[in-house]
C-alpha cells in the first residue's frame, strides 16, 4: 500500500435521499394537517361537513357563547384544570424530593409505586377512585359506618379536580424526580463547602433547578386537565357539572336525535386555541432554561440527606399518600371486580365471584376489544415508532431545507386534545373521497393514536439522537455513504435501544388510550377503553372493572418483559 | 492523484464571515498545515474541502474535478469526494469492531471480499494495529483509537487526507511521538495532506508549509523556516513563538533597516517587515533571542526585572524597559533588579503598530 493508486468514489444517488425528505415532510403533513382542517372547516359550516348544501358562518361561534351555561362551562373548565394542576404539582414535586434524596426507608419501592398510575388511563384511575371514594364507595361507606357522618362528596367541582390532580401528581413527580437526581452533585458540594448543611444544600441549590422541570410538567398537567374526560363525566356527569371536554362528548356522540355538528366543530376550535396558547406559553416559559441545565454524563450522583430521627415520620407520610391515592385505587378495582356486590359491611370474601370476567370472556363482542387494543398496541407500536425514527433522521440529521418545518409540524400535536384528533379523524374520513375504506375498522385507530402520540415517540428518540455524535454521520459520510446509508448503517444500530423504548412507549399509550377513539370506533373495532365506557354508561360496574383489571394485568406483564427482554427504559 | 487548488474561497454564515477570499494550491504530495488560533476558519476550510460544509463562494478543485464552484453551483456530496479524514474525536463507528470499521467504506465501495480483508489487512499494518482488528471502539487507548482513524481514512486510497487536529486528544509525550510517526507515513505514502492545528510547535515539525490564519483571512503562506524566521506581520511574528513586542517610532534608515526610537528615547535598530511600516511601528522580538549583558552599549536597553519562572531548561523573565513589558529567556538565573538587555538587530523586525495583535 505504498503506491497510493487514485481509488474510485463510491457511487451514491443523492436524488434518493432527496425524495424520502420530501416523502416524509409531506406525508408528516397531511397526517397533521388532516384531522384539523375539516374541524376548522365544520366550525364555520351551518350544516354538517359532508352535505353539500353547507354554507359559511359564524353562526356556530355566536351560538357556542350565547348559549345558556356556555360560560359556566368554561369557568368549570379552567377551575378544574388550575386546581388538578396545582394538585398534581404540590404532591409530585415534594414527593419527587423525599422519595429521591433522603434516606426514606422504602424509596426503591414507593418510587415504583408512584409511577403506576402513568401506566394506565385515568378513565381506569377514575374509576377506582370512583369505587373507593364515589358516594357509595367501599372506604365512604366505611368512614360512614365508622363516623356517622358523610366524609366528602367527590360528586362536585371542588373534589373532582382534587381527584384529577391526584391522579396526574405522577407525571409530576416524574418529571421533577429526572431534575433532583440527575442534578450534578459538584454544585451541592460547593454548597457544602461553603457552608451549607446537607438539608440547606438541597432545598438552596437543588430545588430551585426543578423549575424547568415544575413549568414544563405543570403547564402539561393543565392541558391535561383541559382535555381530560374521564374524571369530569364520572364525577361530574351525576350532577350535571360539565367541562369543555364532556360537553363536546355529549353533543358529539349522545345528542339525543342528531348530534350538533356546529356546536361540536366551534367547540373543538375553541379548545384546540386554548390548549395551542398554553403549548406555546410552555415554550416560552422553557425559553431561559438554560440558566438550570447541569452538567450532564457525571458519574457521580448527589449523595443522600439524612432525615435522622423524622426518617420514620416522613416514611408514615408518604406511605399514606400512596396507600390512599394509588395502592387502594387500584385495589378498588381489583376488589370490585372480583365480587358480585362491594361493600364493607359485608366481609368481601363472602362474595367473592368469578360472573365478572365470565361476562367479558362469553360476549364476543369483549373478547374483540382486548384483542383490539393489543393488535392495534403491537402494530401501532411499531407503525407509529418506524414514523417518529424517520421523522427525527430526517429533522436532525439531514441537510433538507425544511427539516425545522417538519420537526414544528410533527410536534403539533402535543397541542391536538385526544378528543379533538378523534372528532378531526372522524371528519376526515366522511369528508374525504375514499378514506371510507377504512372507517370504523382498526386502521383509523391506528393512524389517529400514531398522529397524537408522534411527539411521545420523538421525546423518546430525539434525546438518544443527540447522543450520538454528528461526527459518526460525517465519518460515514467522507467514507462514501449517502444519507440514507449513514441512517440505515451508523445512527440506527446505535439508535436500537431508543427504538425499543419509543415502541413500549407507544404501545402503552395506544394500550390506554379511549378518548381519541370515542368518535372512531364502531362495533367491530371496540377497544378496551371504548368498551368501558359504554359498560359504565349501562352501569355494569363489575364487568368495567374486570376489564380494567384485564387492561391493568396486559399492561404489568408488558412493562415486565419489554423491560427485560428489549431493555427498554419506559419512565425513568 | 492531483493538486489540490481553493480558489478565492468563502464560508459566510448568515453576515459572519467564517473564511475569507482564500486561495491555494497544494501540489501533489504536500503536507501543508493550516495553522492558527481557534475560531481563525482552518476547520471550515477543512471541512469545506470534505464538503461536510458548504463553501458559499470561489472554487474547490482537485486536478481538473471540479467539487465546489460557487459560480455554476456545482457541489459534489462527501460521499462522492473521494478524500480521507480524521477527526479530532476519531469518530469511531462504536457498533463496529476495528475491522468492521474499515471494512464499511470498502463495501460501499463494491470491493471483493479477498481484497477487502487484504486492504485492511495492509492498512491495519502500516499503522501498526495489525493485532486489534477485531477489538471495538472502547476497548482501544486514545492512541490505538486515532491510529485506527487513520488506517479507516486511509484504506480506500483517497486522493487527499484531511486531518482535523488528529493528535489533540493525546497526552503531551504521545503526541510528539504521534507527530514523527504520522509525518513519517505521510512522506511513505506520497498522499497530498491538509493538516489542521493550533499548535504551532506540531505545525512547526510536521509540515512542508504552513498557512497561518487569522479571522478566516491566511495571514503568511510559507516554509517552518519562513514563517518562524521571517514573520509577515505582527500576528504572525505573535502567535509563532509569541513574539516581544516594543513600541517607538521610526526616526530614520535604510537597506531594509531602521532606527526606532523606544518610548524611553533609546534608539535601537531593527529589520523592515513584509508588512511595510508607518510612523508607530512595534518591533517583535522572540524571548528566547534577547540576551543579558553586563552594560550599556548598541541595541541595549535598561530594564527593571518584575518577575521570574523556573521552566526547567530556561529561565524565564517578565521586565519593564523601554516602554514596554517584555520577556527574556535565559540559561543563567538574574540576580539583579536592574538589567541591561541586548536586542539584536538581526532577530528584530519592524511593523506598524496597527498590525499589533489585541491582547
Given amino acids: 500500500m505504498t503506491e497510493l493508486a487514485a481509488g474510485s468514489p463510491a457511487h451514491a444517488g443523492r436524488d434518493r435521499s432527496t425524495a424520502i425528505f420530501w416523502t416524509v415532510s409531506i406525508l408528516t403533513t397531511i397526517l397533521v394537517i388532516g384531522p384539523i382542517a375539516p374541524i376548522i372547516l365544520q366550525a364555520f359550516l351551518d350544516q354538517p361537513l359532508y352535505k353539500p348544501e353547507a354554507a359559511l358562518t359564524a353562526g356556530n361561534f355566536v351560538r357556542l357563547f350565547t348559549e345558556a351555561g356556555m360560560g359556566r362551562i368554561v369557568l368549570n373548565t379552567l377551575f378544574f384544570a388550575v386546581v388538578t394542576m396545582v394538585v398534581a404539582q404540590l404532591f409530585g414535586s415534594v414527593m419527587a424530593v423525599i422519595v429521591g434524596r433522603t434516606n426514606l426507608p422504602g424509596r426503591k419501592w414507593i418510587g415504583e409505586i408512584l409511577i403506576w398510575p402513568l401506566f394506565v388511563s385515568n378513565l381506569v384511575m377514575a374509576f377506582g377512585w370512583f369505587t373507593m371514594y364515589g358516594p357509595s364507595g367501599y372506604i365512604t361507606l366505611a368512614v360512614k359506618a365508622g363516623t356517622g357522618l358523610s366524609p366528602w362528596n367527590l360528586y362536585s367541582l371542588t373534589g373532582m379536580s382534587i381527584v384529577a390532580g391526584l391522579s396526574q401528581a405522577p407525571l409530576a413527580y416524574l418529571m421533577c424526580i429526572g431534575a433532583v437526581t440527575k442534578a450534578d452533585a459538584q454544585l451541592e458540594d460547593a454548597a457544602r463547602s461553603a457552608g451549607a448543611s446537607p438539608m440547606k444544600a438541597l432545598l438552596s441549590i437543588t430545588v430551585p433547578m426543578m423549575r424547568p422541570a415544575m413549568v414544563y410538567s405543570a403547564v402539561l398537567n393543565f392541558v391535561i386537565g383541559i382535555e381530560m374526560l374521564a374524571i369530569p363525566l364520572v364525577f361530574g356527569g351525576p350532577s350535571g357539572i360539565h367541562t369543555v371536554t364532556t360537553f363536546l362528548y355529549d353533543q358529539g356522540i349522545n345528542a339525543a336525535v342528531q348530534s350538533d355538528y356546529g356546536i361540536v366543530g366551534a367547540g373543538a376550535v375553541m379548545l384546540l386555541v386554548i390548549v395551542g396558547l398554553l403549548v406555546w406559553l410552555q415554550g416560552r416559559l422553557m425559553k431561559d432554561s438554560g440558566r438550570f441545565v447541569t452538567v450532564r454524563g457525571k458519574a457521580s450522583r448527589p449523595s443522600l440527606v439524612d432525615l435522622g430521627k423524622w426518617r420514620w415520620v416522613a416514611f408514615a407520610a408518604v406511605a399514606a399518600y400512596v396507600l390512599f391515592t394509588i395502592v387502594a385505587v387500584f385495589a378498588g378495582i381489583f376488589m370490585r371486580a372480583s365480587v358480585s356486590f362491594l361493600t364493607p ?228 | 492523484m492531483a493538486d489540490l487548488i481553493l480558489d478565492d474561497l468563502s464560508i459566510s454564515y448568515g453576515s459572519y464571515k467564517a473564511v475569507s477570499n482564500v486561495s491555494l494550491t497544494i501540489p501533489k504530495g504536500e503536507f501543508l498545515t493550516l495553522l492558527g488560533p481557534s475560531g481563525c476558519g482552518k476547520s471550515t476550510t477543512l471541512f469545506a474541502i ?305 498590525s499589533r495583535p489585541q491582547a
Fill in chain 2, 50 to 354: 470534505s464538503g461536510l460544509n458548504h463553501a458559499t463562494s470561489g472554487a474547490i478543485r482537485m486536478g481538473e474535478r471540479v467539487l465546489f464552484d460557487g459560480r455554476s453551483g456545482t457541489v459534489v456530496p462527501p460521499e462522492q469526494r473521494n478524500i480521507g479524514l480524521v477527526f479530532q474525536s476519531y469518530a469511531l463507528w462504536p457498533h463496529m469492531s476495528v475491522a468492521q470499521n474499515l471494512a464499511y467504506p470498502l463495501k460501499l465501495r463494491k470491493i471483493g471480499r479477498a481484497e477487502q480483508d487484504e486492504r485492511i489487512r495492509e492498512a491495519l499494518e502500516l499503522v501498526e494495529m495489525g493485532r486489534f482488528a477485531e477489538r471495538y471502539p472502547f476497548e482501544l487507548s486514545g492512541g490505538q483509537q486515532q491510529r485506527v482513524a487513520l488506517a479507516r481514512a486511509l484504506v480506500y486510497r483517497p486522493g487527499l487526507l484531511l486531518l482535523d487536529e488528529p493528535l489533540s486528544n493525546l497526552d503531551a509525550k504521545l503526541r510528539e511521538r504521534a507527530r514523527v510517526w504520522l509525518r513519517e507515513l505521510q512522506e511513505r505514502l506520497g498522499v497530498t495532506t491538509v493538516y489542521v492545528t493550533h499548535d504551532q510547535a506540531e505545525a512547526l515539525a510536521v509540515s512542508d508549509r504552513i498557512a497561518v490564519m487569522d479571522t478566516g483571512r491566511i495571514r503568511q503562506l510559507g516554509t517552518p523556516k519562513e514563517i518562524y524566521e521571517t514573520p509577515a506581520d505582527a500576528f504572525v511574528a505573535d502567535f509563532i513563538g509569541s513574539s516581544n513586542f516594543l513600541t517607538g517610532t521610526v526616526v530614520g534608515g535604510s537597506d531594509g533597516a531602521a532606527s526606532v526610537r523606544l518610548d524611553d528615547r533609546t534608539v535601537i535598530r531593527a529589520k523592515v517587515g513584509a508588512g511595510g511600516t508607518g510612523e508607530n511601528v512595534v518591533v517583535a522580538v522572540r524571548p528566547e533571542r534577547l540576551q543579558i549583558v553586563g552594560g550599556a552599549g548598541d541595541n541595549v536597553v535598561q530594564a527593571t526585572v518584575q518577575g521570574g519562572a523556573y521552566l526547567g531548561s530556561v529561565y524565564q523573565y517578565e521586565l519593564v524597559g523601554a516602554g514596554s513589558t517584555f520577556r527574556v529567556q535565559t540559561s543563567r538565573e538574574i540576580a539583579d533588579s536592574q538589567v541591561f538587555v541586548y536586542v539584536p538587530p538581526e532577530a528584530s523586525t519592524l511593523f506598524s503598530a496597527q
Fill in chain 1, 345 to 572: 359491611l359485608v366481609p368481601f370474601w363472602k362474595l367473592l365471584t368469578l360472573a365478572n370476567f365470565e361476562l367479558i370472556f362469553s360476549q364476543p363482542g369483549y373478547i374483540r376489544a382486548i384483542l383490539n387494543s393489543v393488535v392495534i398496541s403491537f402494530l401501532g407500536g411499531i407503525i407509529g415508532t418506524a414514523c417518529v425514527v424517520l421523522i427525527a433522521l430526517v429533522a436532525k440529521r439531514s441537510e433538507f431545507r425544511f427539516r425545522r418545518a417538519l420537526e414544528y409540524v410533527a410536534l403539533f400535536p402535543r397541542s391536538l386534545p385526544g378528543i379533538i384528533a378523534g372528532l378531526g379523524f372522524f371528519y376526515a374520513v366522511i369528508w374525504v373521497p375514499g378514506l371510507d375504506m377504512i372507517r370504523g375498522t382498526i386502521w383509523i385507530l391506528i393512524a389517529a393514536f400514531v398522529v397524537r402520540y408522534i411527539p411521545i415517540g420523538f421525546g423518546a428518540i430525539a434525546p438518544a439522537l443527540s447522543q450520538i455524535g454528528e461526527e459518526l454521520d460525517r465519518a460515514s459520510r467522507i467514507s462514501g455513504g449517502d444519507w440514507w446509508t449513514t441512517v440505515t448503517r451508523i445512527v440506527l444500530p446505535l439508535l436500537k435501544p431508543a427504538l425499543f423504548s419509543s415502541f413500549a412507549l407507544l404501545f402503552i399509550h395506544f394500550f390506554k388510550e379511549y378518548v381519541t377513539a370515542v368518535f372512531l370506533y364502531q362495533p367491530g373495532s371496540e377497544i378496551i377503553g371504548s368498551t368501558m365506557l359504554q359498560l359504565y354508561a349501562q352501569g355494569d360496574n363489575g364487568p368495567v372493572s374486570a376489564l380494567a383489571t384485564i387492561q391493568v394485568i396486559i399492561t404489568a406483564l408488558f412493562v415486565f418483559m419489554a423491560r427485560r427482554l428489549l431493555g427498554a427504559k419506559i419512565y425513568g
